[in-house]
Each structure stands twice: as structure tokens, then as C-alpha cells.
């Protein structure tokens, strides 16, 4: 383990260049206090997690202290937002403060979010609010444990500095962790504003240091995004799996890693509705959860586009051409395994697609579904789940296949439970349970969030004592309005 101080910092980045980024300072927050922090998250720069109550680790944290080996700069990039391209967007609100090589030799960006007014900002203070950054650090931690890759979060930190969106509300800084913050956007300004030698530059440098397995192969810019597309094709089959709803799935809020990136109106689905849009801004729908497929694809076309002086268009296209089986097969796997299917039959995408739509019809809840579909032998779990559903006659007719289907398997019931357990979270993070968590930090109690945290931590397990969690949701829960200010 390693002290504060010990840090070894390697900014790989910030030596591409004034180019790429505009060294800023953080400006601190008045009277910073920690709100919550994650053990797991500190374990990733060798932290002992005693370290969370050092005075020290909050002011470092938050940006009133700095290592003497940390360089903060706000990194610039573009993208398209809804379909229509901004040509300079850029870290507006957050900065990397340095890359931290830990003891296995890997690189963690320190990247903090809400640090003051950059080059980028644009109109906007630079600014963050408690509330959207105790839900960045929910959902970046939550989804790591349902197996979701994503940014991680390492802490929150409060403080009594007044920032104004919709109404008054508390300054807030989140320190977020990524072995990189390179967007699809960064390849798109540099590809726009026709600076090629630099848009390489950029390319080797993020082949050369996360994805080097490339190096070795005979057109390693053609494997480097090829690597991204099943990536972001991986990524996207478990948010689908589990429910998960980005919310604002912009080309710069996309990770070159296949990582969930920047959190904003997001939400996991309470009953299920394909047709869902978690941000109340998004009136189109364009980010719907049944358009997060195909945006996702259109995501990458934006990517190839940039990269086309470097890569064949037509090898551009045969690659864009895997995305929808890479991401069906991905699919497909974790839905059986959620249906306690150890073996794939042709069938199954049906037998997954009826439920999915009666599902909808009936509105029944995604989560608990699942879950309860493992507690007990399937004849004692369906009878109880048909009574949720309208059409019980369509139900019958389903359960029946599926009885069938799982019948061919020849499953220990007991081996079945334990294995549907593992892979059918009994706590989600719902919107309603960030909501009241954020209340009582907004009123001084950090209690709620870290309580909220842990139980999330474990999604899995039962944890005896925090049944509540996982209850249904209020109606009030269901109908929350989220959106992209923060």
C-alpha cells in the first residue's frame, strides 16, 4: 500500500502537447468535506482504504492540494450531440490531473470533474452539484459490480460553494478514474479542423498505450478500431442485458475503451419499456433504450469517418459490418444466462424476444423478474410471476416453452439457483434510491449514500437487513424527471 504522497505519476498525455490540451488550475471549493469514497476504487492507485480519513486525502481529492508530479490540463475535443456536430467542445468543467501508475504497471487517470472554468467552458461556471455527482459515483461503481465495464469512481467531495441550474444547489467535485479519457470526439476535432499530423498523433499514441496487442499486427490502426467496435458492441449488450439507459450517447461522451463514460440523465429500467427515454430533454426519443443499438453504430461510423485518412474505407465498412452479430452474440449469452440457460438452441432469441414483449404489455418490473424467476424451483417461480402479467393466457403459453426448454438441460435445481443468483442482480440503482440518498447529502447526511453504495457494491448477494432496497418502486420513483444539467 501506498501513502498519499507516494503517487507515481506518469502523464503520458499531457506530453502530446499544448495541441491537445491547455494546462488549468484547479479552483477549490469552499469548505470541501467527503461525502463518500470507494475502497475499491482506492485499491486501483495501492491505497489503503484507512487513507479516505486523512484530512489530506480530501484536499488532494479535491483539487486544494496538488502532487508536485501532477500536471492538470483540460483536454479538447469535439463530437456530434443529437445527431448535429459541435466542432469544439473539451473538458468545460473537469481536468486531468495526471496519469497514476500503480504497482502493476497500470495507468489511472485522475480526472476531476467540476474543478472551475476552462478554456472550454463555454457559458457554463465549470461547475458540478452534489446531486449529479453522487450519481456519477453510484452509477460508474454499480456498474463495475454488475460486471459493466465502466469509469470507476473514487470519491465525492461536498462543500458549502452555491452553484445555480435549475434552483440553488451545492458545489460538488467527483474525482473519476479511467485508464483513459480519450473520446471519439478527439479524433473527430482533429479530423475536421484537417490537422492529420496531429489526428496520428493522437492515434499512436493511444495505440502505443492501450492498445499495443496492435502493434504486432500488420495494420495496426485497422486493429486498434476494430478493437474499439467490439468493445463498445460488448459494452452495449450488457447495458441492453441489464436494463441500463445512458441517456446521451453523444460521440464525445463515448470512451475509445468501450467503457460507460460521463453519466448523466441516466437510469436502469424499473418496468420494463423498450421504448423508455431516461433524459426528459431528449424529446425525440433519439436516446431511447431500444435506440442505444443502433445509436451505438452510428457512434462508430462517426469514428470510421474520422479515421478514413489513415484506414481503407472499404475495410472501414467490413468492420462496421461486424458490430450487430458481435453485439447479438454478447446479447443472446447473458440473456440465457439470466434465464439459467447454459446451452444456446436456435430458438432462444424468440423464446427471449416473447417475454421481452409481454414484459412490456404488462409492465412488469426488469430487475425483479429475473430474480425471482431463480428463487425457487421454475414451477413454484413461474406460478407466482403469472400473476403479474395481463394476458395470462400469452404468459402460460411462454412459461410452458420455456419449462421445456430448461427440461433439455437437466439442471440441479439447487446448481440452477445458485447459478441464476450470479448472474441476476437482486439490487439495481434506481432512480428513486440515488433521489433519496441525494436529499438527505443535499441536508448534511452522507449516511444514506454510503449505506447505498455498499448494498450496491454487492448486487448479487442478499445481504440480510437491506431487503428494502430492493422492493418495488414507488410510482412517484417511476416518473422521475432527469436531466443532462449538472
Known sequence: MKTLTELNFDNRFAQLGEVFSTEVTPQPLENPRLVVASEAAMALLDLDPATKDDPLFTELFAGHKLWSTAEPR????????????????????????????????EHWDLHL????????????????????????????????????????????????????????ELGAMLMRLAPSHVRFGHFEFFYYTKQHDELKKLLDHVVENHFSDCLEHPEPYHCFFREVLERTAEMVAKWQAYGFCHGVMNTDNMSILGITFDFGPYAFLDDFDARFVC????????????NQVPIAHWNLAALAQALTPFIAIEQLRATMDLFLPI????????????????????????????????????????????????????????????????????????????????????????????????????????NYLAQK?????????????????????????EQPGMEHYAERPPEWGKHLEISCSS
Open 74 to 105: 483540460a483536454m479538447i475535443y469535439s463530437g456530434h450531440q443529437f445527431g448535429s456536430y459541435n466542432p469544439q467542445l473539451g473538458d468545460g468543467r473537469g481536468l486531468l490531473l495526471g496519469e497514476v501508475v500503480n504497482e502493476a504497471g
Open 437 to 461: 440518498a441525494i436529499e438527505a447529502a443535499e441536508a448534511g447526511n452522507y449516511g444514506p449514500v454510503r449505506e447505498l453504495h455498499g448494498v450496491l457494491s454487492r448486487p448479487f448477494d
Open 327 to 430: 453485439y447479438e452474440t454478447v446479447w443472446l449469452g447473458l440473456m440465457r444466462k439470466r434465464l439459467g440457460l447454459q446451452t444456446a438452441e436456435e430458438s432462444d432469441k424468440e423464446l427471449i424476444q416473447r417475454l421481452l414483449q409481454l414484459m412490456q404489455s404488462s409492465a412488469i418490473d426488469y430487475t425483479r423478474f429475473f430474480r425471482e424467476l431463480g428463487d425457487s424451483h421454475p414451477e413454484m417461480a413461474l406460478a407466482r410471476l403469472r400473476e403479474d402479467f395481463v394476458d395470462i393466457k400469452a404468459f402460460d403459453e411462454w412459461a410452458a416453452t420455456y419449462r421445456q426448454r430448461s427440461e433439455r438441460e437437466s439442471v440441479d435445481h439447487e446448481a440452477r439457483r445458485t447459478r441464476m443468483h450470479a448472474a441476476n442482480p437482486k439490487y439495481i440503482l434506481r
Open 113 to 168: 470533474k467540476g474543478a472551475g472554468m476552462t478554456p472550454y467552458s463555454r457559458m457554463g461556471d465549470g461547475r458540478a452539484v452534489l446531486r449529479s455527482s453522487i450519481r456519477e459515483f453510484l452509477a460508474s461503481e454499480h456498474l463495475h459490480a454488475l460486471g459493466i465495464p465502466s469509469s470507476r469512481a473514487l470519491c465525492v467531495t461536498g462543500s458549502e460553494t452555491p452553484v445555480y441550474r435549475e434552483r440553488q
Open 279 to 290: 433524459n426528459h430533454s431528449d424529446h425525440a426519443g433519439r436516446y431511447s433504450y431500444e
